[in-house]
T-cell receptor
Framework: KAGVTQTPRYLIKTRGQQVTLSCSPI?????VSWYQQTPGQGLQFLFE???????NKGNFPGRFSGRQFSNSRSEMNVSTLELGDSALYLC???????????FGEGSRLTVL | DAKTTQPTSMDCAEGRAANLPCNHS???????VYWYRQIHSQGPQYIIH???NNETNEMASLIITEDRKSSTLILPHATLRDTAVYYC??????????????FGTGTRLQVTL
């Protein structure tokens, strides 16, 4: 059974640009969550989607957004990138909102 | 969700049991204790969870004290591949916000030869 797939795995952007990250959940999983991991702040919850609807949102500025498609695949977007957005962005999927989370390998974003 | 306290780091010899403690003195009656681990440069991996009874699976055992204010994750025969950061998380399950995990700083377990 394939795990959670995140693309791209690595990317470099410059300040002011925008970025879109993609997450394909485990087959049959309908809930997708996004986390940001930085050395200073650790793992922080960004948002969660279930059945194409955002159910929960963390404490991040509006530059961070996401969406979920009918096939449960999810994307997150960060606009007007700042140096502090450099991080490992992790996606997790679960069968439903209360299921165990299965994480992907992450997308490592570097903002120059 | 209740806050957890874990030691910053621990060492364990390969083949020995690794006992990772976690304090969660403010845990509520409907909060579960979850353990995840993160091996370097990988996403966190679910290990085990429990409410008040001790739990065991193929990866580990979870011992929760009777007052539920603390717990211990036990890796019975640690190997070098168990070297990772271990996170103890308390969360309310079946609430619709279960995916919103609050990760602390975790315990960095170093397994040595």
């Amino acid at each position: 059974k394939a795990g959670v797939t995140q693309t791209p795995r690595y990317l470099i952007k410059t300040r002011g640009q925008q970025v879109t990250l993609s997450c394909s959940p485990i087959s049959g999983h309908r809930s997708v969550s996004w986390y940001q991991q930085t050395p200073g702040q650790g793992l922080q919850f960004l948002f969660e989607y279930f059945s194409e609807t955002q159910r929960n949102k963390g404490n991040f500025p509006g530059r961070f957004s996401g969406r979920q498609f009918s096939n449960s695949r999810s994307e997150m977007n960060v606009s007007t990138l700042e140096l502090g957005d450099s991080a490992l962005y992790l996606c997790a999927s679960s069968l439903g909102p209360d299921g165990e989370l299965f994480f992907g390998e992450g997308s490592r974003l570097t903002v120059l | 969700d209740a806050k957890t306290t874990q030691p910053t780091s621990m060492d364990c010899a390969e083949g020995r049991a690794a006992n990772l403690p976690c304090n969660h003195s403010t845990i509520s009656g409907n909060e579960y204790v979850y353990w995840y681990r993160q091996i370097h440069s990988q996403g966190p991996q679910y290990i085990i969870h429990g409410l008040k009874n001790n739990e065991t699976n193929e990866m580990a055992s979870l011992i929760i004290t009777e007052d539920r204010k603390s717990s211990t994750l036990i890796l019975p025969h640690a190997t070098l591949r168990d070297t990772a950061v271990y996170y103890c998380i308390v969360r309310v399950a079946y609430s619709g916000t279960a995916s919103k995990l609050t990760f602390g700083t975790g315990t960095r377990l170093q397994v040595t030869l």
